[in-house]
Nanobody
């Protein structure tokens, strides 16, 4: 069974950086899109923070994180990373890794908490 395992969350002050990592346990035959979502507070809809295509590495971001966050993937190591710089209190959320694969497979990680507070 394929699992996505996130790590790297924590408590930081405004302006600090964090790097979230998502590691794949198992084999995904035909992934095509990787993404990081966040949810705050619990029960609210998850919003797409950033996504990147598996094959060519084309990335896109939600407006509020452009210029501060960077998504990347290492297909050989089966990891996806979200580098978050200049964090703000409004970035506080549980962050989830997500992968979409052919034909209609969607896999979520368990989430990692990011808290930005002074």
């Amino acid at each position: 069974q394929v699992q996505l395992v996130e790590s790297g969350g924590g408590l930081v002050q405004p302006g600090a950086s964090l790097s979230l990592s998502c590691a794949v346990s198992g084999t995904i035959d035909e992934p095509y899109l990787w993404g990081w979502y966040r949810q705050a507070p619990p029960g609210d809809e998850r919003e797409l923070v950033a996504e990147i295509t598996h094959a060519l590495g084309h990335a896109k971001y939600m407006d509020s994180v452009k210029g501060r966050f960077t998504i990347s993937r290492d297909n050989a190591k089966k990891t996806v990373t979200l580098q978050m710089d200049n964090l703000r209190p409004e970035d506080t959320a549980v962050y989830y890794c997500n992968v979409k694969a052919v034909p209609s497979i969607v896999i979520w990680g368990q989430g990692t908490q990011v808290t930005v507070s002074s």
